[in-house]
């Protein structure tokens, strides 16, 4: 299972470790701490020495209380922020975090290798032809509604069937388009309760039935801080746990605010599966 990545082949058969950058001033876990040079440079240094695969950029807050931000500010946020990690460290493979395609295309064209849509294109009618129009890898995450609006958005009669049916859609629309690298994302936190989460992760291994890699983003989520009582600050050894759990079920990359714990867990879980 590879992926294409500015003409580099990534084998996802090994998984992989996208490393957090949030350059937002109101992230749930970080927000604030990466808004200049002086911040972000050490950071993605510090990510890539423990052993990221990819940084995932994001420049809009997802979190339902997150305030509106322009198009235009997210673009003019991210992309000196792609131009700089570019700049002094040329090999990264960016991941960029956005619903919206004219900020996936200005980003694409500032060398970004990824997009990660929360929204898999349902916000952006666009989103679609800019990903095939670039040809980049294209993460297509499961979420109902809107940041704004998701938790309002919960209720399922079945609700793996219907994330099912849901990435079946948008794997048959990008397919038409002649997208080809596809990478799932089943959302948690997005328009889903708490247990709903758990369930998902519980059976997360169906959604290999659709062939595609998956990738697991629950780093200090609020399934975990919220279950065990404690904040997003203390909820690392539950993202340890949840991230093994999430290899064990046939996760493909692991996207982290931790990069060298969550390496550790792909190195043990690989030395049990040699």
Do not use: W
């Not at 290798?113 to 095939?132: P, R, T």
């Not at 958005?153 to 609700?159: G, K, N």
């Not at 600050?233 to 982290?256: D, P, S, Y």
């Amino acid at each position: 299972m590879f992926i294409n990545c500015k003409g580099r082949l990534i084998d996802l058969s090994i998984p992989k470790i996208m490393g957090i950058l949030n350059v937002t001033p109101n992230s749930f876990f970080d927000g604030g701490k990466y808004n200049n040079e002086s911040e972000i440079l050490p950071q993605v240094e510090k990510m890539l020495s423990e052993g990221a695969d990819f940084i995932d950029i994001g420049a809009y807050s997802s979190k339902p209380s997150a305030e509106f931000v322009t198009e235009q500010e997210e673009i003019e946020r991210i992309v000196p922020v792609i131009e700089l990690i570019l700049k002094h460290f040329p090999d990264t493979l960016l991941s960029i975090d956005t619903f919206r395609a004219e900020v996936a295309k200005a980003s694409i064209e500032s060398g970004a290798a990824i997009i990660n849509d929360i929204a898999a294109g349902g916000l952006d009618e666009n989103m679609f032809d800019v990903i095939a129009k670039y040809n980049v890898p294209y993460i297509m995450m499961h979420m109902r509604g809107n940041p704004q609006t998701m938790q309002s958005m919960t209720q399922y009669e079945d609700i793996i069937k219907e994330m099912l049916f849901y990435f079946s859609e948008k794997v048959a629309k990008a397919r038409s388009l002649g997208i080809n690298d596809l990478i799932m994302d089943p959302g948690f936190g997005f328009a889903k309760t708490t247990d709903q989460n758990y369930e998902v992760m519980q059976k997360m291994e169906l959604f290999n039935l659709l062939e595609l890699p998956v990738l697991s983003g629950i780093s200090r989520k609020s399934m975990i801080y919220k279950t065990l009582n404690n904040t997003p600050q203390e909820a690392l050894n539950g993202t340890t746990f949840l991230n093994t759990i999430a290899l064990t079920k046939g996760a493909k990359i692991l996207r982290v605010h931790d990069v060298k714990e969550a390496v550790e867990c792909v190195t043990l879980f690989n030395k049990l599966n040699l």
